[in-house]
């Protein structure tokens, strides 16, 4: 009988944990959890403070029931604190204090990322009971829904306009509060370029949020009403404030790896863990997976990139090699996409300063377009705005982005891109491949092999 025992209970721990026991029920796995709420969607929690989820307990992928039933055994409110690589045992810390002591033949450490607290002043002294909030564990979620319930706030400032940023700018705006959303770069959503950024910068400022880019908050502070000010200083260089009820900070993620870094483990970019491509650390008999590990990516090789789909095949790798296995992650690309209100923005690959930067040798070139989404004679054909880049001396796919309206099938679109960069295609094959047509729905060229030809067409 193989031990295993999965130390942290969001994607990349519970998927471990299911596939060993998928592939061998006779294996005693166990999955430790640092607090009370084990495969919860963090990805969800927007759409609980929304409203649009009625229950916190909705954001479960699976019951305690559901796990117990795979025949897990999972141990809520437990802290992990040592690892003993030589002696294969975990040294755990329950709710009440009391440590143990558990033998392993195989560790998978999934203990994921932890917010980014950036450096403005005030930011140390003020937390929830302020009404100063960070986002990423269920924990934050219900000190943000207990502030939105006691205070009531009539506005927000929310600094940083990444996914999570961007997410809750419409969460909130949907619950009638006034929202001022602060960015530090140029534009928002800086994951795509600029002119696809500009676009949902244009939709949230079509619901009513107040949107500063070019924008650096050097301070918060507390106010005698027990209001919030916001100090930054804008693109112009001139100084700007807001005084607010709640403040939001949603700046990013870094790697959690103090676990693993304390038993020896090599870390790697962004300090993240070093695995191979089999999920391996550097310390005998110990996996890791999710967020907290560096991420083989297909184009870019080592990187550093937490996303929740990555974390859920890293930890099948992980689970299943656990046990003895010989599985390889197959590498990511970067696939994401985002609802910002009515619209949607998605993207995969490379862009071209990161096709530049990847240093392979690449002359990459970007075409824009702005294909239907359907057959333009039936009613309510939008646009999609698309960028495709893609190698002028190969002709070789390197990534692509489409912002459209939420009706326009985006995430989906984005996926047959990204299905053509996984297996090495040319942006001009892009056109060979067999997609489906009905007028109301596409067009017998469908919108990502138009994209395709404007590049061929550009730059073929």
């Known amino acids: 009988m193989t ?38 969607s963090i990805c969800g929690i927007p759409y609980y403070v929304s409203g649009e989820v009625t229950h916190w307990s909705n954001l479960a992928h699976r019951t305690a029931a559901d796990l117990a039933a795979t025949g897990m055994e999972v141990r809520v409110d437990t802290r992990a604190t040592h690892i003993d690589p030589a002696g294969k045992r975990l040294t755990v810390r329950d709710a009440d204090g009391r440590s143990e002591e558990l033998a392993y033949d195989a560790l998978v450490v999934g203990t994921g990322a932890v917010s980014v607290r950036p450096p403005i002043d005030g930011l140390a002294e003020l937390g929830p009971e302020q009404g100063l909030h960070l986002l990423h564990s269920m924990g934050d979620t219900f000190a943000l829904e207990r502030s939105l319930d006691e205070r009531r706030p009539a506005n927000a400032a929310i600094i940083g306009a990444g996914y999570i940023g961007l997410e809750m700018a419409e969460a909130l705006t949907t619950r009638g509060i ?32 107040d949107v500063l880019t070019g924008t650096t908050v ?7 009403d027990d209001r919030l000010r916001v100090e930054a200083t804008g693109s112009d260089g001139e100084s700007v404030t807001r005084l607010v009820d709640l403040v939001l900070v949603v700046v990013g993620v870094r790697p959690d790896t103090a676990l693993a870094a304390e038993a020896g483990a090599e870390l790697g970019v962004r300090s993240a863990i070093a695995v191979d491509e089999r999920m391996r650390t550097s310390l005998p008999g110990v996996y890791a997976a999710g967020d907290c590990v560096v991420t083989h990516h297909r184009l870019l090789g080592t990187t550093w990139l937490p996303l929740g789909t990555t974390a859920h095949k890293q930890g099948r790798v992980a689970g299943e090699n656990a046990l003895g296995g010989d599985r390889r992650f197959a590498g990511s690309l970067g696939t994401q996409v985002v609802k910002v209100f009515d619209l949607v923005a998605a993207r995969t690959g490379l862009r071209e300063h ?34 495709v880049t893609g190698d002028s001396g190969t002709g070789l796919l390197l990534g692509a982005q489409l912002v459209g309206r939420r009706t326009a099938e985006i995430s989906k679109r984005v996926d047959t891109y990204a299905t053509a960069l996984f297996h090495g295609m040319s942006v001009d094959g892009v056109s060979d491949l067999d997609l489906s047509y009905t007028p109301p729905l596409g067009s017998p060229w469908d919108a990502v092999q138009t994209a395709a030809q404007a590049w061929s067409r550009e730059h073929g």
């Open 178 to 209: 006034s929202v001022t959303q602060i960015e530090a770069l140029p534009e928002v959503l800086p994951t795509v370029d600029g002119e696809l950024g500009a676009l949902v910068r244009a939709e949230l400022l079509a619901h009513g949020v």
């Open 3 to 40: 031990r295993v025992i999965a130390v942290g209970g969001s994607d990349a721990g519970i998927s471990a944990a299911l596939r060993a026991r998928e592939l061998d029920p006779a294996s005693e796995v166990t999955v430790v959890v640092a607090d009370a709420y084990p495969n919860f």
């Open 354 to 387: 990161e096709a530049v930067a990847a240093g392979r040798g690449w002359t990459p070139v970007t075409s824009s377009s702005a294909p239907d989404d359907h057959k333009a004679y039936y009613p309510g054909a939008t646009p999609i705005a698309a960028r």
């Open 218 to 224: 050097k301070a918060v502070s507390r106010e005698a």
